[in-house]
């Protein structure tokens, strides 16, 4: 059960780091980019919840733990040189942070998997990983009004990053 709610939360918390990237950023629609991300969050996790349930489900936890922390200290370092004060996390002229997105979620689906959680438990993962990407960019969105002039404010996605990944570790 404990696993159970530790992923579950962790899914949860990473949904809402990569819901506080766009809200940095202001070029893209609300609706448009938040389904975008919604996509590249939510699609790797259902395939890594589908893949690792018939296939790897044989490979043990705390390599996907291993990986996932790994990964997420990879995420901070890359997210830190990609920012730029004009686009944000988000820039026009690159792709490959979907790719590292979609790669930490589809992990994250594999490592739930991993634990002997049905694939039925997607109706559960579904709504909470959007109710998360909804929440960060709301909350994102409310500090940088409130903390207008605060320049560490545009780091917090990175945070909730290294947050997730030292919690992988526990």
């Known amino acids: 059960m404990f696993n159970f709610i530790g992923v579950i939360f962790i899914i949860f918390l990473a949904s809402t780091a990569v819901g ?15 389904i975008y991300f919604a996509l590249v969050s939510v699609v790797p996790v ?14 043990p936890a705390f390599l996907f733990k291993v990986a ?11 997210f830190l040189q990609l920012y730029h004060p004009s ?9 490959g942070y979907l790719f590292i997105l979609s790669f930490f979620f589809f992990l994250l689906g ?23 990407l909804l929440l960060g960019f709301i909350f994102m969105t409310r500090m940088i009004i409130y903390f207008r002039y605060l320049s560490v404010i545009h780091f917090v996605p990175i945070g909730l990053f290294l947050f997730v990944g030292i919690l992988k570790l526990i």
């Open 20 to 34: 506080t990237m766009p809200a940095l950023k202001g070029r893209y629609p609300f609706p448009f980019i938040l």
């Open 46 to 59: 259902i395939v890594g919840i589908v893949l690792g349930a018939a296939f790897l489900f044989w490979l």
């Open 68 to 78: 996932l922390f790994i990964l997420s200290l990879f995420m901070v370092a890359y």
């Open 87 to 95: 686009y944000g996390y988000i820039p026009h002229n690159s792709k």
């Open 110 to 132: 594999i490592e739930f998997a991993s634990y002997g959680f049905s694939a039925w438990f997607l109706l559960l993962v579904i709504p909470i990983s959007v109710v998360g």
